[in-house]
């Protein structure tokens, strides 16, 4: 191990929240305000994650009154105080830029579809072709 990474190492966070591009996350972030500790919520869709070790951080855009607002996190800051996952988008690409071009319905990550969720579509169509069938004989 070399001295940078054995320095940077110090810095880390143990807790690692499993999250990608597209996903709609909460950042609990921890605001100070004079002798006063609060935590705010910035809840939106992540549209990139970047860097590795101490300088890793990633992007949440969310549209506030009609405006766009991004704001990026690194990832191992002391004011992070939790990130939470609401929804795993279903997106194809790494970097999500071309939702700021984007306005209204076209803006929205399709929703990732759980695994229970197509072995129940799955039998539900079974069962269908089966009772289709024997109405037609």
């Known amino acids: 191990m070399d001295l940078v990474s054995a ?3 110090k810095y880390l966070k143990e807790k ?3 999250f990608k591009p597209g996903d709609t996350v909460k950042v609990h972030v921890r605001i100070k ?3 006063k500790e609060r935590i705010q919520i910035f809840e939106g ?3 990139q994650k970047r860097g590795k070790g101490v300088s890793q951080s990633f992007t949440v855009r969310k549209l506030s009154s009609g405006v766009g607002v991004e704001r990026v996190f690194p990832m191992h800051s002391p004011f992070l105080a ?4 609401i929804k795993e988008g279903k997106v194809k690409r790494a970097k999500l830029f071309y939702l700021r071009k984007m306005r209204g319905k076209a803006a929205k990550i399709e929703e990732m579809e759980k695994e229970e969720g197509k072995e129940k579509g799955k039998e539900r169509g079974k069962e269908k ?3 289709g069938g024997e109405n037609q004989e």
Do not use: Q, R, S, Y
Not at 82 to 85: F, L, S
């Open 33 to 35: 305000e004079g002798d």
């Open 7 to 9: 320095v940077e190492g």
């Open 45 to 47: 869709a992540v549209i």
């Open 82 to 85: 939790n990130i939470e996952v």
């Open 16 to 18: 690692k929240v499993d």
């Open 129 to 131: 072709g089966k009772e």
